[in-house]
């Protein structure tokens, strides 16, 4: 089990640099805190992460911050908090971390209403993954390329995953507009496309699942029944994610479906 701190701890005892910490498992422990609702526990290793990454901007602490930073935003709903308005340099940075950077702050002008921002976002990212993409052999492999998370390295998966999220956010607009037709196509390529590709355990890498975000969307529409069908998606990639089993239990709600009410809620008891 990793420890709040132990980490900094023992690389300090080790008179080594906080660019040699284990960043990738502050993600997962932040991940952890917010399935379990512990919100304010997963903001404090946010700082902490923007504190080393300040203090030593590598590339490596760069890209952590940012995962963490999306994690948060997303887990936690908090789109109009400090921490939405931070922003990373993205120079030297992979096509998949910067989509996820522009993730955010496009998702924060959603938020704030300022859907023209919003725009130059959207097409910023497009424009990115265009570029990214003609740097790509047929088979998918990078040409003359190498790595997973610097701008040196970008595969068919970085690719479609920038996809995905672009498509969410232009679902994402077309919601906010009540473009409804629209809202849903975008959902549905996105969700399609995700299903497409591998997966392991943890941390979503495409930061909101976009079957999380059409459930949310079929929910809001008055469609529960599909609704549900949509998170247990999530849930089949993502076992017992909260946000799924929050949305999940919502629609329940509407249908008064009292047998996956009672299931969500031992779900949720034991997270």
Known sequence: MIREGGLKTLYDRLGLSNDELGFHSFHWLQYGYLQRARTEDALKLLNEMKKYCDEIPSSRARVHEILMRSTYLVESGEW?????????????LSLYVRSRELF???????????????????????????????????????????????ASGTTQVDVDQCLIM???????????KKDYDNAEQFFKKAA????????????????KPSSELYGEFLV??????????AFDETMYRA?????????????AKMLNNDKVIS???KELAGV
């Open 220 to 229: 809001d529409r008055g469609r529960p029944a599909e609704a549900i069908k």
């Open 263 to 265: 299931e969500v809620e």
């Open 80 to 92: 109009l908090s400090d921490a939405s308005s931070d922003t990373t340099d993205l120079k030297g």
């Open 239 to 251: 076992p017992r994610r909260r946000l799924s089993l929050e949305g999940k239990m919502k629609a």
């Open 166 to 176: 672009e498509w969410e956010l232009q679902g994402m607009r077309a919601w906010a």
């Open 192 to 207: 399609d496309l995700e299903k497409k590709i591998s997966y392991s355990y943890g941390p979503p890498a495409v930061a």
């Open 104 to 150: 955010v702050r496009a998702t924060r002008f959603l938020h704030r209403n300022e859907l023209d921002s919003m725009d130059v976002v959207i097409s910023r990212i497009t424009t990115m993954r265009l570029t990214e993409a003609a740097t790509i052999s047929g088979d998918g492999i990078a040409i003359c390329k190498s790595g997973a998370l610097s």
